[in-house]
Nanobody
Framework: QVQLVESGGGLVQAGGSLRLSCAASGRIVSINDLGWYRQAPGKQRELVARITSGGSTSYADFVKGRFTISRDNAKKMVYLQMNSLKPEDTAVYYC?????????????????WGQGTQVTVSS
């Protein structure tokens, strides 16, 4: 089985910073893209940032210049540094991975999701 486990969420004042971490574990053959998505109450889940295995990054317009995604391939970790947080950043943040598991019946990587971590930004 493949698991993604997030940590680092919490309550912060507007203008503050938080760093989210996500660890991939289990019988993993390879990890392609990793990323962070978020879902606010009453809204659809949306992409925040994504990073390829080679380190290329992409960001949603609403976080450009404020958030930075990074990964440590040796540790199977992905991080999201969030600066200049705004109340509208309040959401559950989900770690995402495009991963090929050892027990997968096909060589095609599949999507995996973490359980989510709550980020609350107070005004």
């Amino acid at each position: 089985q493949v698991q993604l486990v997030e940590s680092g969420g919490g309550l912060v004042q507007a203008g503050g910073s938080l760093r989210l971490s996500c660890a991939a574990s289990g019988r993993i053959v390879s990890i392609n893209d990793l990323g962070w998505y978020r879902q606010a109450p009453g809204k659809q889940r949306e992409l925040v940032a994504r990073i390829t295995s080679g380190g290329s990054t992409s960001y949603a317009d609403f976080v450009k210049g404020r958030f930075t995604i990074s990964r440590d391939n040796a540790k199977k970790m992905v991080y999201l540094q969030m600066n200049s947080l705004k109340p509208e950043d309040t959401a559950v943040y989900y770690c995402y991975g495009l991963i090929r598991g050892l027990l997968s019946p096909t060589p095609t990587p599949r999507d995996y999701w973490g359980q989510g971590t709550q980020v609350t930004v107070s005004s």
